[in-house]
């Protein structure tokens, strides 16, 4: 069963390793990024919008901070962002996260691995998800300091 659990998590680490940024397969991923830095950009719209309030609640808001606020606000509620949260939230578990990556791909190479379905399935995904974190967190860590030695040189 743990041979099972490696070989699922190896196959895994491995197809999010050759989508990243840099890699041959990266164009799967690529237009999620798009997405996922569109997202960020809007939530730190927000949350600056809700520093100005907080911090000035009793001064009138100036013409830019109302236009940002607004602006904000339609981002926030639009479908573009709705669509965008839905194709984050759906593409987690086959591509972008690592850890959720194990449920979808445990269902996938279990039954090639073994032959079919069992109870065992459950434990595996278990299993491949704690192995996902820690190796994908080992390939962060040894890119990190790959990284470092590189802007040493």
Same mark, same amino acid.
């Given at each position: 069963m743990i041979t099972t659990a490696i070989i699922i998590s190896a196959a895994t680490i491995g197809f999010r390793c050759i989508t990243a940024k840099g890699m041959i397969f990266y164009f799967l991923r690529g237009w999620l990024d798009e997405k996922a830095e569109y997202k960020k950009e809007v939530q730190k719209e927000i949350q600056e919008i809700n520093g100005i309030l +907080?911090?000035? #609640?009793?001064? !009138?808001?100036?013409?830019?901070q109302v236009n940002a606020?607004?602006?904000?606000? &339609?981002?926030?509620n639009d479908i573009n962002f709705k669509r965008t949260d839905a194709l984050?939230?759906? %593409? +987690? !578990? /086959? &591509?972008?996260?690592?850890?959720?990556? @194990?449920?979808?791909? #445990?269902? /996938?190479? %279990? !039954? /090639?691995?073994?032959?079919? %379905?069992?109870?065992?399935? &459950?434990?595996?995904?278990?299993? *491949? @998800? %704690?192995? $996902?974190?820690?190796?994908?967190?080992? *390939?962060?860590?040894?890119?990190?300091?790959? $990284? +470092?030695? $590189?802007? /040493?040189k």
């Open positions: +907080k911090d000035d #609640s009793e001064i !009138p808001l100036t013409s830019s606020l607004t602006t904000a606000f &339609i981002s926030l984050l939230y759906a %593409f +987690k !578990p /086959i &591509i972008l996260c690592s850890t959720c990556m @194990a449920s979808i791909h #445990s269902i /996938i190479w %279990f !039954p /090639i691995i073994t032959g079919g %379905f069992d109870w065992s399935l &459950i434990l595996i995904m278990l299993i *491949v @998800a %704690f192995l $996902n974190t820690l190796f994908f967190g080992l *390939v962060e860590l040894i890119q990190a300091a790959t $990284n +470092k030695l $590189n802007a /040493i």
